[in-house]
């Protein structure tokens, strides 16, 4: 599309780029919303430099999107619960993300997207975050294997994520089944749906079956070529598509802090329709974004 509010600059051929002329402290029109959206669906993830926003600020812009997710696990303050604090300092001994994962794709109905907005990072330019393209993932896959991925299942499983310190503990977690395959419910597109830090196994298939085909996957997924990097500076933030994206924390900037907080936009039920239903059907309806 044309954008005549905001500018977009690619950051490579096939996703993410950087939104430029937008003041997320400030309300947006409808107009710019509608282009911030676009330019999100386009991309599969947006960035945005310095930004200075409180935390209410930070919700109404998620808020935006639809319905805020309220994470499964973690800690919630008091006041601001659909807040997830993103921190590690000198006394971290991993942090939240170090393998490529989908944002709480154990739910039921996983987030739609999550808006993370850093305002401390390592001095030294670490904690970078990688992010890959699912749509190219399943597009570059051979034929054979696409066919026999149609259909399948995969079970995705919070309870060996977030049963640690540092999550809340002692409750019960979800544990959903998932299209390995899914459909794009705004742009129509398929896109693998399985990553290394929830998926558990292939129903119907056996545990040596299961782990081989999981294991191409991921190791497919995680080929350079499908990837973008991006480096925090104080005031970042990055929107990402859960529903055809994964990322990757990089934790190489120990012992310096990094600090942030992440707004997650809730979901719907993943789905999987074939290619060759998706030829001859309508093109999918676009999401709504609120006025």
């Known amino acids: 599309m044309t954008y005549e509010t905001i500018t977009v600059r690619k950051v490579t051929p096939i996703i993410g780029a950087e939104i430029e002329g937008v003041d997320l402290s400030r309300p947006l029109s409808d107009r710019q919303l509608e282009e911030v959206h676009a330019a999100w669906m386009d991309n599969l993830v947006i960035f945005f430099r310095d930004q200075t926003l409180t935390v209410e600020q930070h919700l109404e812009f998620g808020r935006r999107f639809g319905k805020l ?8 303050p008091d006041q601001h619960p659909e807040i997830l604090v993103i921190k590690a300092d000198e006394n971290s001994t991993h942090v939240a993300g170090e393998e490529w994962h989908t944002d709480v794709s154990c739910d039921p109905e996983p987030p739609m997207g999550s808006i993370l907005h850093l305002t401390e990072v390592p001095p030294d330019g670490g904690g970078a975050t990688l992010f890959a393209n699912m749509y190219r993932a399943y597009e570059t896959l051979s034929d054979p294997i696409k066919r026999m991925l149609s259909g399948l299942t995969a079970i995705h499983d919070g309870k060996h994520v977030y049963e640690r310190p540092g999550y809340s503990e002692d409750r019960q977690y979800p544990r959903s089944e998932h299209p390995i395959v899914r459909t794009h419910p705004v742009t129509g597109r ?59 924390a990089l934790f190489d900037y120990f012992p310096n802090r990094r600090y942030g907080h992440r707004v997650t936009v809730a979901g719907d039920k993943p789905f999987h329709r074939s290619d060759e239903s998706l030829a001859t059907s309508r093109a999918a309806p676009r999401e709504v974004v609120s006025a």
Request: net charge positive; proline share 4%.
């Open 190 to 248: 398929q896109a693998l749906f399985v990553n290394r830090g929830f998926t558990t196994r292939i129903v119907g298939l056996s545990r040596s079956e299961s782990d081989a085909i999981l294991q191409m996957l991921y190791r497919h997924i995680e080929t350079p070529e499908l990837h973008v990097r991006f480096h925090w500076r104080p005031g970042s933030m990055a929107c990402w598509d859960n529903r055809c994206t994964q990322h990757h």
């Open 69 to 76: 997710h309220l994470h499964p696990a973690a800690h919630k």
